[in-house]
């Protein structure tokens, strides 16, 4: 299991990762309008989604509490994308930097009040799936570290166990045994390759 510091580490790398695989709006050579994973998302509705999830999650980790408002999707275009997604990401990394990891928090979406630390676990398992979906949707190849890999695994099983599911990830796959990645990715609704 990992502590709040190695979370907050795993966390800012899948950030990055999503940052280096947007590199390409900037210069045209990656389009917003490439589909994704994510059902009837194409790239920019994932990464308005991203970016939501990001403000919503620093909100409430930052005050307490957000209304469910805050972590809504932002609308963006070719030449707001990137620049948007840093600023998200700069903005979420700094809450979970400046806040104490025993503190709860109210996730407004989530409906429930988790210390920080959980909730810093929800945001990686988010982060490093999602940069997968940025990474599928423009044509590279990404995989996690280990760490990260084995934390999004062990929540992926608890949701994908959860009676009735969760309307935040397609129905669940079964597990292979195969490769840890692709069952966490089973796990949440998306075909590994």
Known sequence: MLTFTQMRAEHDDALSATTRLLSGI???EVSLTSPTPCAGWD???LLGHMIGQNL???AAVTAGDAPATAYASVPVTTGDASRAWQESAATVREAFGAADPAATVHLSEFG???TVEVALGMQLLDAAVHAWDVATAVGADHRPAPDT??????????IAARPGGTPVFAAPSTETGDDPWADALRLLGRQAA
């Not at 695994?153 to 608890?158: G, K, P, S, T, V």
């Open 43 to 45: 790239l920019a509705d």
């Open 26 to 28: 900037d210069s045209g």
């Open 112 to 114: 429930f009040r988790p």
């Open 149 to 158: 890999v084995a934390h999004v695994l062990e929540m992926a099983r608890q």
């Open 56 to 58: 919503g999650f620093a």
